[in-house]
């Protein structure tokens, strides 16, 4: 498991690029899974069992990025973001432009702090004030390279291990789902119904694939899989987020308030009575921020009762997030024993 969220973290995919990943969760699932195929959004869709009821349980593969907007005369590139940034955590990294020729690496620029006004300094970066330079001198250059407005970029961060079994890469948020789900097709045996593992597209733009895949699929029960903010690191306080890292997958009630999700109280009881049976840790939650592919899957068709487990992740939407291989197997642990047990 740790290799697979290595592999799946150093990939790269932009929302509505998401093909690297979408070819590896296709071969991956092919090994355990009784159909995959991918929709025309570029979801990929495993079936494993055969009537009702009908699971469908997601983890998205995009990941937030930036799309090549102009390229200067002086060779220096400007770029708009895809998917929500704190913008600050955009400034002086590397960054790799996605080209049809291959990888041009870069890093983002902005206006040296040296020669701000002492105003300037005060005020947070933002994106549409930094640019990428790719070493080129000028605009015929970057075109050589094969750069070309509509570009994908993705940050350059490698995948590393940290102490007490936890890592630190970029999209992890949600490559981390990405790994349950290929994991849970593997592990899953004996279940009543149809179980479809769903990588969606284009979550982090507003939940697009899930949304189209719910609509073809009509499933009787949805499940999103995705990260959660922790409230146990400094400049956050535990009556905002009580989670902790290590301490098991989350079990959401609510989401932004109730502008997304909002859980349906017999699948979460389900899952918490199996967890509670199997002895695998767990933690529950309600929050005021934030969405997951469960917000859209429960208001498809005619409604479908659906809830979101969280894997617990500092930092995210950075290129340093952080999160608990222990987290991880519990949460396929736990999502294993429901579906074998059943829901009722």
């Not at 002086?92 to 690496?105: A, E, M, Y």
């Not at 694939?209 to 719910?214: M, S, T």
Request: charged share 30%; net charge negative; with cysteine.
């Amino acid at each position: 498991m740790k290799e697979l969220l290595k592999k799946l973290c150093e990939m790269h995919g932009a929302p509505g690029y998401e093909d690297e990943i979408a070819d590896f969760m296709m071969e991956e699932f092919k090994k355990s899974c009784d159909k995959v195929e991918r929709d025309r959004m570029d979801n990929v869709i495993a079936k494993k069992g055969e009537g009702k009821p009908i699971y469908m349980l997601t983890a998205h593969m995009d990941e937030i990025g930036f799309v090549v907007k102009y390229i200067d005369e002086k060779g220096f590139i400007w770029f708009v973001t895809i998917g929500g940034f704190y913008e600050p955590t955009i400034s002086n990294r590397r960054v790799i432009i996605h080209t049809s020729k291959g990888k041009i690496f870069g890093v983002t620029g902005m206006k040296p702090p040296h020669i701000m006004e002492e105003e300037e300094k005060k005020k947070a970066v933002v994106a549409k004030e930094m640019f990428i330079d790719v070493g080129a001198k000028n605009k015929k250059e970057v075109i050589n390279l094969g750069i070309k407005i509509g570009d994908p970029i993705t940050f350059d961060q490698k995948y590393e291990f940290l102490h007490d079994n936890k890592v630190t890469a970029k999209a992890i948020d949600d490559r981390a789902g990405c790994v349950v789900l290929i994991e849970l097709m593997k592990r899953l045996k004996k279940f009543k119904g149809t179980v479809y593992a769903v990588a969606t597209v284009q979550e982090e733009v507003g939940l697009k694939g899930a949304q189209v895949a719910a609509f073809k699929l009509k499933p009787d029960i949805g499940i999103a899989i995705d990260v959660c903010i922790p409230g146990d690191h400094p400049g956050i306080e535990e009556k905002h987020s009580p989670i902790k890292l290590g301490g098991g997958p989350i079990i959401e009630y609510i989401e932004a308030s109730g502008k997304g999700l909002i859980a349906d109280p017999k699948i979460n009881k389900w899952l918490e009575e199996t967890a509670n049976k199997y002895k695998i840790p767990f933690q529950t939650y309600v929050g005021s921020a934030g969405m997951t592919d469960a917000a859209i899957i429960y208001i498809s068709q005619e409604g479908v009762p659906s809830t979101s487990i969280g894997i617990p992740a500092r930092y995210i939407h950075s290129p340093v997030e952080v999160a608990s291989l222990d987290d991880i197997e519990n949460t396929i642990k736990l999502l294993v024993a429901a579906l074998e047990e059943g829901y009722v």
